[in-house]
Each structure stands twice: as structure tokens, then as C-alpha cells.
């Protein structure tokens, strides 16, 4: 029983070591990069303590076909399943290692690991060899062969034994037998914590290149295989020509007039962004909520300009990111923030700002390794980011993380060490389930939102002392602050997800870089929270090129429109008109449809979806 247990336990060894190598040819390749980016070489052995989780994840993954060669092997003593076992180990060496030597062929050009687009252009050998200088594609095929050759041979050598059970002990056999599937299955998800690990748990550094050597390729190819499976031969929501698409959405962004109202008392201000997780219109009175579920918003109301017609694109919170962050539309099937590979072509609003003189940072009191938005923080350049286990030790934590009010709280004192001008993103919580905040509930109505509105009124609460506290700093008049939601929520009014009702959103401008004139006024402009970066950047005077989906919503001349993605679909707002299609089916919800126009809303829509997705496979 004893070589049965040896011989996992050497297996999953034998992975943690070979990914480490394969880690280590990757650095030494990288080396001229690494030297002039000038990374310590302490940040470089971080890469092999940040990768371990991951790795971890992916041996306990291999590890699951041996398993059942050696609960065989408990019960028939064959030689023959020996040889399997080696040859299903040697296979999984070279398929590893050939990812390896696709990763260095490809990061030079493309920064980023190895996924399945790159793999798409594998389709033609012949254009690889071409486009390849031959120097380097013999150099990668050398690797190739002899980081398998060396995997196979350490392996047989010093890892592989061949097992022959002669005595059997019941006990034993059962315990192993109904353990180590359990064990496998709690490494392969990084732990019993809430959410199962992916690739941010390897993010450590501002260095994007050790993120990506700290991941694993494994891990990381089958995360972009599952997520574009579906679309890897083409475009799902192809309506039409690309040329005619592109014409209509270019048609749609069309603008008269390059101006826009200036709201702010100087062009740098400090920012403070405030991301409402799951804020929907339905909690705000002003936005038609019920009244008494956010009495402190409605207080800042009335120093603020508030947003009434802001749309979320997405209904989670990696589709939030990506929108305010980076100005990219949610769209069906996936979302940008969960493959990393994707990152280099988003355009990224913390970094832009850090470049004109900003201290960036970000807050969370949870774990950002939820839908992978920790490495897409990452990879924004923040100069600091802080979660959940960077918070004292000492602050109470619910299932999901820290509660608002001691996380705005912290966020009240570090928002005075930085230094100015800053640009500081805090990313609440307490408004997602479980719904656990240390809170009263005040609220009895709501039915099975009753949870929900309880969870945005302690938010609310928290905003509320956050903004007493603020306001008695020094830095407080020469500051924007920004509350935006990530996404919207289900509702006590039971709208339908196909709805415009259900997108709905508030965004909230205030603080004392706000010009008093625009104090407790309001923006009717109809847009989405993908058009923070336009609008924030037009206000500082940045150019907002890069973020060409996002439009400045204080310019008086911008395009009315709003758009939102469905399950599988898309949803299209203009003024007083609203056209949501799932693919097979179609809803119109209108407050106010004029003959004809269905079919230009149909086609704006469809021209829209497919742009996006086509940018979104393209990235």
C-alpha cells in the first residue's frame, strides 16, 4: 500500500519541479528582457512561490488518470499498467513542453502566454516557419525536444516506480480509495475557500512579464480553451458585411460637434472612485427606486452631478471592470478580464492617468481572484493594490470578505498619506451575497430582494460617515469623487433581464473639484458606464483615442444611444425606444416605437454586437 501512496506523491513531485524548470528556461530566454526592465532577482524568485497555488492546481489535474491506474493496480498486479502510466506522464511531458516553446516563440512579439488564437495560427505551419527567423524556430525546436527528452528521462529515472501490490490491507485500500479523490479534487480548485482558484492567484508584481512566467501554461490554455471553444472558427453574431457593420457603427458614434461642458475647477484634480458592486437605479429614489433604501446618497445628490440614463453593459463584475477601466463593452460568451492573454490590447485608464504625474491605487476587501479581476488590476499598473489579506488582521470578515464600512474607513486615512495628485479606485462589497454585513436591517419589504436592498442601505450608511470623515481633509476640495456602478441587480420590481429597466445604473460626480454651478444638478445624456474613461479623460484634458467604444457624456453633441449584452444578445437603447434580441428569440420593450423604426434598431444592434465581438476575438 505504502509504494501506491510514494508513487502519487512522487508524480505530483515530479509536476511541481518540471513546471518550475519550464519556468526557469522561460527566464533564462526572457533574460536581456528581464535585465532591461531591471528586475531584482528577488522579484524573479518570486515567480516560483507565487506560481505554486496554480501548480498545485493543474499536478492534481494530471494526477487524476494515475489515480486510477493505481486503484487499479491495488486490485490486478499487471505490469502493462505501469507502461501506461509512464506513457500517459511522457505524452502529458511533451504536450506541456510544447507549450512551453510556443509561449517563447510567441511572447517577444505578442507579451502575452500562449492561448488559443495562437494556437489558431498553428492551422499553417508553413506561415509560422516563414514569418519565424530561422535562427530562433531551431533554437525553440531544440527546447522543444530537449526539455521532453529530459522531462521522460527524469521522470523513468528518479520518479517512476513500478508497482506491484502482493499484500493488500482493506482498511488501507479504502481509505486511499475514497481520500485521495477528495484531496485531488481540493487541490485541482486551490482550496475550500469561497471562489476556486485561477490565474490571478499567480499575479504578485507591477512586472507584467513575471505574472505571466508565475502562470501556468496549463492552466492558463485550458482557461482560453473553454471560454472560446465556441468561437473559434468564427464570429456567432455575424449579422452582415464587416464593411457595412463597421460603416453603421461608425454612423452611430458620429458626432457634430468635439466640445464638452467643463465641470471641474481645475484640469488635475485628485479622483476617488467609488465601484458600487451591484448598485442598480432601483435602490436610488431619484432614479424611480422606492423610497428609504439610500438616504445618504440622495444627500450627496444634492452636492453632486448625477447620471440619470447610465446603462451597464455587462451583468458581473469582470464585465464592470472591464468597462470602467478600460472602456470595452460586455458582449455574450466571455469577457476580456478572464484571459490575460487579452490584456495588452485593452486600452487601460489608471495607466493613462499614472502617466500625466497620478499616484494610482485600488482597494478591495475581498479576494479580486473572482473572475480573475485581480490580474486584470494588475495589469493596469496600479502602484498599490490592496485586499482583503493586506487589511489589518484585526477587522472583522464576512464569507465574502471585509465590510464596507471598515474598508472605506481604512480608505478615509491611507486617501491622506498618498501623493497628489492620486487616482484611487475602492471596489465595495457588502452589496453582494451573502449578504453579510454587521449590520441592523431596517428594511421589511422587498420580498426575496429583502436581503439585497438591506446590504446597498449599510453601503449607503457607510458612504455616508466615509463622506463626513473626507470632508475635513485638506485634500478634499482639490478632489473629484466618483460612485459608478459595475453592473445592476435583479430588482423588487421584477424586471426582466432583456429590460433596459433591469440595466440601469447611477453615476454620481462630486466632491470640491466639482464647479459649484454643477452642484445638485443632473446629465440626461443616454450612455453606459463604459463611457467613464471618455468622459473622465476629456475632463482632464487627455486624449480619450484609445478608448474608441467609450464617448464623453458631457459633450452636449454626443450620440444618444445605450447598449447592453444578454446571455445571447444584445439589447439596443435610443431616446424613447429599446430593441432586445436573444438569438432564436426577440423582445421590443418601447416606451415609444415609431413606424419604421424597428429595423433600424434591429440593424444598429446587430451592426454593434458584431463589431464588438469581432474586436473581442481579435484581441
Known amino acids: 500500500m505504502k509504494q501506491i501512496i510514494r508513487s502519487l506523491l512522487r508524480q505530483f513531485l515530479f509536476w511541481i519541479l518540471f513546471f518550475d524548470v519550464s519556468r526557469i528556461v522561460f527566464l533564462i530566454y526572457y533574460s536581456g528582457q528581464l535585465s532591461t526592465q531591471k528586475i531584482s532577482f528577488f522579484e524573479i524568485l518570486g515567480t516560483f512561490y507565487y506560481s505554486f497555488p496554480l501548480d498545485m492546481a493543474v499536478a492534481c489535474y494530471f494526477l487524476i488518470i494515475p489515480f486510477f491506474i493505481l486503484a487499479l493496480q491495488l486490485f490486478f498486479n499487471v505490469k502493462w499498467l505501469n507502461v501506461v502510466n509512464k506513457i500517459y506522464t511522457s505524452v502529458l511531458v511533451f504536450m506541456y513542453s510544447l507549450s512551453v516553446a510556443g509561449e517563447l516563440g510567441i511572447y517577444e512579439e505578442w507579451q502575452s502566454k500562449l492561448s488559443v488564437k495562437a494556437v489558431k495560427y498553428l492551422e499553417h505551419p508553413a506561415e509560422v516557419y516563414n514569418s519565424a527567423q530561422t535562427g530562433s524556430f531551431f533554437l525553440l525546436i531544440a527546447i522543444l525536444i530537449l526539455l521532453t527528452a529530459a522531462g521522460i528521462v527524469c521522470y523513468v529515472k528518479w520518479f517512476h516506480r513500478d508497482v506491484a501490490v502482493t499484500k493488500r490491507n482493506p482498511w488501507y485500500t479504502g481509505v486511499f480509495l475514497l481520500l485521495t479523490p477528495g484531496l485531488l479534487a481540493l487541490g485541482s480548485r486551490g482550496g475550500v475557500q469561497e471562489i476556486p482558484i485561477n490565474q490571478s492567484e499567480s499575479y504578485f508584481s507591477h512586472q507584467g512579464i513575471l505574472n505571466d512566467v508565475s502562470v501556468n501554461n496549463a492552466f492558463n490554455f485550458f482557461v482560453s480553451f473553454i471560454e472560446n471553444y465556441r468561437v473559434i472558427d468564427k464570429n456567432p453574431y455575424h449579422f452582415m458585411d464587416s464593411g457595412q457593420a463597421r460603416d453603421i457603427v461608425k454612423g452611430i458614434y458620429r458626432t457634430e460637434k468635439d466640445t464638452t461642458l467643463c465641470v471641474l475647477n481645475n484640469s488635475k484634480p485628485n479622483i476617488v472612485l467609488v465601484i458600487l458592486e451591484s448598485f442598480s437605479a432601483d435602490l436610488i429614489e431619484s432614479l424611480g427606486a422606492k423610497p428609504g433604501i439610500t438616504p445618504e446618497f440622495k444627500k450627496l445628490e444634492k452636492e453632486g452631478l448625477l447620471f440619470t440614463r447610465l446603462y451597464s453593459s455587462g451583468m458581473r463584475s469582470e464585465q464592470g471592470m472591464a468597462s470602467i477601466f478600460g472602456g470595452f463593452p460586455s458582449h455574450p460568451i466571455s469577457c476580456s478580464v478572464v484571459q490575460p492573454e487579452k490584456y495588452p490590447a485593452l486600452p487601460k485608464l489608471p495607466e493613462l492617468i499614472k502617466e500625466t504625474g497620478y499616484f494610482t491605487s485600488f482597494y478591495f476587501g475581498g479576494q479580486l481572484i473572482y473572475g480573475n479581476i485581480k490580474g486584470y488590476i494588475y495589469s493596469n499598473g496600479f502602484d498599490r493594490i490592496v485586499e482583503g489579506t493586506d487589511f489589518p488582521r484585526d477587522f472583522p470578515r464576512g464569507k465574502l470578505g471585509i465590510p464596507d464600512g471598515y474598508v472605506l474607513d481604512y480608505l478615509a486615512k491611507e486617501l491622506g498619506k498618498n501623493q497628489q495628485p492620486f487616482f484611487s479606485a475602492v471596489f465595495t462589497i457588502s452589496s453582494h451575497s451573502p449578504y453579510d454585513q454587521p449590520y441592523e436591517k431596517p428594511l421589511t419589504w422587498g420580498g426575496s430582494e429583502n436581503d439585497f436592498i438591506n446590504s446597498a442601505y449599510y453601503t449607503d450608511h457607510c458612504l455616508g460617515e466615509f463622506f463626513k470623515t473626507v470632508r475635513n481633509t485638506a485634500w478634499y476640495k482639490n478632489t473629484l469623487f466618483v460612485l459608478l456602478a459595475d453592473h445592476s441587480h435583479s430588482s423588487y420590481y421584477n424586471w426582466y433581464p432583456g429590460q433596459k429597466q433591469y440595466r440601469r445604473i447611477p453615476m454620481l460626480l462630486l466632491g470640491g473639484?466639482?464647479?459649484?454651478?454643477?452642484?445638485?444638478?443632473?446629465?440626461?445624456?443616454?450612455?453606459?458606464?463604459?463611457?467613464?474613461?471618455?468622459?473622465?479623460?476629456?475632463?482632464?484634458?487627455?486624449?480619450?483615442?484609445?478608448f474608441h467604444w467609450s464617448k464623453n457624456l458631457l459633450n452636449p453633441y454626443s450620440p444618444e444611444f445605450a447598449y447592453f449584452s444578454n446571455e445571447n444578445g444584445y439589447g439596443w437603447i435610443r431616446p424613447g425606444m429599446q430593441y432586445s434580441l436573444d438569438i432564436g428569440k426577440e423582445w421590443i420593450y418601447a416606451d415609444e416605437v415609431p413606424a419604421g423604426k424597428k429595423e433600424l434598431m434591429k440593424k444598429e444592434g446587430e451592426a454593434y454586437l458584431q463589431c464588438v465581438f469581432e474586436e473581442y476575438l481579435a484581441q
Open 513 to 546: 473639484a466639482l464647479k459649484e454651478e454643477y452642484r445638485g444638478t443632473v446629465c440626461n445624456k443616454l450612455g453606459n458606464n463604459y463611457d467613464f474613461p471618455a468622459t473622465l479623460l476629456t475632463q482632464l484634458g487627455i486624449s480619450d483615442t484609445a
